[in-house]
């Protein structure tokens, strides 16, 4: 029996507490802000990612190691561009092999981290653990879960928001989300994408009607 610590219990710890940096910072505040956004995205992505293993028997473990620290380094920059994906799977790697996690699946997790980055993609992924991770990844900004998030994020980025221009953000943003919907590498990913988009058309139809902006 291994005297090393379980490794989901670790990557959880790790995760929590880079959310919760990020968050102070989004929020500039001190204590505990109103709404930590990453922590949330990352509850999202770990269950629809399960979801998707266990519909396509994909390795639990990699799916689930991945999902939790996918974005631990979420603010890394590299060379003027967004590296969080290959700083995120090497920190990865050093907390699963301080873990019980199975060794010989670590590359697999951090190939997945390494992939996610992004919004839209032209090929599928092949391996099957890397395309549910940009799946849940990427579903997780579709949908009723994601308007909480960005609603509740919203105030932290743009100060003395109001309905109206919340609704011109919307629009735009449901423009970037069929781009995203299209990005889905899996079936059940794909079906997921489409009720979820499907559904942000409907929201946007009733705002639209309710502020009288026709559409
Ligand atoms: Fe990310
Ligand atoms: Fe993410």
């Known amino acids: 029996?291994?005297?090393k610590k379980s490794w989901e219990e670790v990557a959880i710890t790790a995760a929590r507490a880079r959310a919760e940096q990020e968050s102070r910072s989004l929020w500039r505040a001190e204590g505990?802000?109103?709404f930590n956004y990453r922590w949330e995205h990352l509850k999202a992505v770990?269950?629809?990612?399960?979801t998707l293993a266990q519909e396509l028997g994909a390795d639990?473990?990699?799916v689930r190691a991945a999902a939790w620290l996918h974005d631990l380094a979420k603010e890394e920059i590299a060379e003027g561009r967004d590296s969080h994906g290959e700083a995120s799977a090497q920190e990865a790697k050093k907390i699963l092999e301080a873990t019980d996690f199975p060794p010989e699946k670590i590359p697999r997790v951090m190939y997945a981290i390494a992939q996610h980055v992004g919004l839209f993609r032209d090929e599928p992924l092949?391996?099957?653990?890397t395309a549910i991770i940009w799946d849940a990844d990427k579903l997780s900004k579709l949908g009723a879960t994601s308007l909480v998030h960005y609603l509740m994020t919203n105030p932290a980025s743009v100060p003395?928001?109001?309905?109206?221009r919340?609704?011109?953000q919307y629009r735009d943003w449901l423009e970037t989300a069929a781009r995203i919907v299209s990005s889905m590498n899996t079936p059940?990913?794909?079906k997921m994408a489409e009720e979820r988009y499907q559904f942000m058309q409907r929201f946007y139809r009733q705002l639209a009607q309710e502020l009288g902006q026709g559409g």
């Open 32 to 34: 505990t802000p109103p």
């Open 188 to 190: 059940p990913g794909r």
């Open 126 to 129: 092949q391996n099957l653990e």
């Open 1 to 3: 029996m291994s005297d």
């Open 46 to 50: 770990v269950a629809i990612a399960e």
């Open 166 to 168: 919340y609704f011109a």
């Open 60 to 62: 639990r473990d990699v």
């Open 160 to 164: 003395g928001i109001t309905t109206e």
